[in-house]
């Protein structure tokens, strides 16, 4: 299994950035996908999950509205589009594969890829 997130950077409140996930190793268009983060010094919070098809996408209350996921499965990879941004979502982003097809929900031992600096500062 490989994650590879890519899209962070630095970014001013109210700006956008898209986040990108390449997967491969594993069946991708199998599994529900999610997109956690870690702050500084804090631990890891769950961000979005979205299903095989795309049909079942959720969000956290701190993050709904303003950030979409998505997926192309044709090209193993998944996405985190960032709007409206603010200091609170600096952290450092994951995406994370669950251990079997069955698993729905997230949770920390899942498979994560290296992450992405997100950086939202004027």
């Known amino acids: 299994v490989q994650l590879v997130e890519s899209g962070g950077g630095l970014v001013q409140p109210g700006g956008s950035l898209r986040l990108s996930c390449a997967a491969s190793?594993?069946?991708?268009?199998?599994?529900?996908m999610h997109w956690v983060r870690q702050a500084p010094g804090k631990g890891l919070e769950w961000v979005s999950t979205?299903?095989?098809?795309?049909?079942?996408?959720e969000y956290a209350d701190s993050v709904k509205g303003r950030f979409t996921v998505s997926r192309d499965n044709a090209k193993n990879t998944l996405y985190l589009q960032m709007n409206n941004l603010k200091p609170e979502d600096t952290a450092v982003y994951f995406c994370?594969?669950?251990?079997?097809?069955?698993?729905?929900?997230?949770?920390?031992?899942?498979?994560r890829g290296q992450g992405t600096q997100v950086t939202v500062s004027s």
């Open positions: 994370a594969k669950p251990q079997t097809r069955s698993s729905t929900v997230w949770r920390p031992e899942h498979s």
């Open positions: 190793g594993f069946i991708f268009e199998i599994y529900y």
């Open positions: 979205i299903s095989y098809g795309s049909g079942t996408r």
